[in-house]
């Protein structure tokens, strides 16, 4: 990757991203992505469109992430479970998953213009109804595909298989 493509990935990851988590993924110093952070935004390369290098960022992004590691937006999700009616706090939210305000901020955005996540009337952080309707979804397949394998077993036990 040549370096005016670096800079200009770095700037682009490091929008509503933990400092760290830019510098890890880029495998350069935080010294060097704030300097990227505060020079005026870089033009995107030449010949590289803007889909190209959102995928070059986020190739960068996966090959370094953790394999164990849930993307943060999972994480948030998953951290809000239990809360469909009080909601969490951003505050909360922060603290429990350990990342910078800004970086909940961002995916607390992303969530919620995908209708995933909403935020209550008290400003708490909850799992939409779309998302519990998709979880109400799962559960009727399960009761399906169970029934579907009683009859089969029954069947099977009576010899009509």
Not at 17 to 41: C, G, H, I, M, Y
Not at 53 to 74: G, H, M, R, W, Y
Not at 75 to 84: C, E, F, N, Y
């Amino acid at each position: 990757m040549n370096k005016k493509l670096r800079n200009w990935a770095i700037y682009q990851a490091f929008n509503g991203n933990n400092l760290e988590e830019v510098a890890q993924a880029f495998d350069v110093s935080r010294d060097k992505v704030t300097w990227v952070a505060s020079q005026p935004a870089p033009k995107k390369p030449k010949n590289f469109s803007e889909q190209d290098a959102t995928q070059v960022t986020q190739a960068i992004f996966d090959a370094k992430a953790p394999a164990n590691k849930q993307p943060e937006s999972l994480q948030i999700m998953d951290a809000l479970k239990g809360h469909v009616l009080s909601g969490l706090a951003l505050d909360d939210l922060t603290r429990q998953l350990d990342m910078a305000p800004s970086t909940v901020i961002h995916y607390l955005t992303m969530l919620t213009g995908a209708g995933m996540v909403t935020q209550l009337e008290d400003g708490n952080y909850a799992l939409s109804v779309r998302t519990l309707q998709i979880a109400q979804a799962y559960s009727n397949e399960m009761i399906k595909a169970s029934n579907r394998i009683n009859t089969l077993s029954q069947q099977v036990v009576a010899g009509r298989f």
